[in-house]
């Protein structure tokens, strides 16, 4: 897909299975922006081996890998709906805390915008701690606009977080 700088982008494969849930243990360990914390990612590398190979074979999910030196360093992801939603698709993006502010990032969001708009995705949706700033100007960058804030949407401990929903509208005028 993409080399830029000193890694490479490209779809996410079975045998990234065990790897790609390390990786997600460890991201999920590194901050509360995520919909789990560390060793929480709800599925083993089994399931996420299943859960690659389908994705392979199915338009609806795009999911991409930022990989340095053989270490996976960021993901992202494009779930498409179904029915009268199949226009639309979720993004989801995470990196490494270390890889932040080295345009990883933004490389892999060219990427996943890139693969949405060549499968027909008109709106992309994604979801955002309020607080989270680099995130939400990285969003705003590629053109993502506000569409609400939920407050208290996600609850760690005894703290609560209020989410931001952003669009992107793919649609060509």
């Known amino acids: ?11 996410a494969v ?10 997600l243990n460890t991201i999920g360990g590194e901050s509360d922006n995520l919909t789990f914390g560390k060793d929480g990612f709800p599925i083993g590398a089994e399931q996420e081996r299943t859960f690659l ?9 795009l999911i991409l890998v930022a990989v340095r030196d053989g270490e996976i360093i960021a993901d992202g992801t ?3 709906g179904t029915r009268r939603f199949a226009h639309r698709a979720e993004l989801g993006i995470s990196v490494l805390k270390r890889e932040w502010g080295k345009g990883v990032g933004a490389a ?4 996943l915008i890139a693969g949405a708009e060549a499968n027909g995705v008109e709106i992309l949706n ?6 989270n700033l680099r995130a939400i100007r990285l969003y705003e960058r590629f053109g993502f606009k506000t569409a609400g804030i939920s407050p208290a949407y996600m609850k760690i401990g005894t ?3 209020d989410v931001r929903f952003m669009y992107l509208d793919l649609r060509k005028e």
């Open 1 to 11: 897909m993409e080399n830029d700088r000193d890694f490479i982008i490209r779809r």
């Open 14 to 23: 079975p045998d990234d299975a065990e790897a790609l849930i390390a990786y």
């Open 53 to 61: 190979e389908n994705a392979a074979k199915d338009t609806k999910e």
């Open 78 to 80: 494009v779930s498409r």
């Open 108 to 111: 892999l969001m060219r990427e």
């Open 126 to 131: 994604l979801e955002v701690r309020t607080d």
């Open 159 to 161: 703290e609560y977080a």
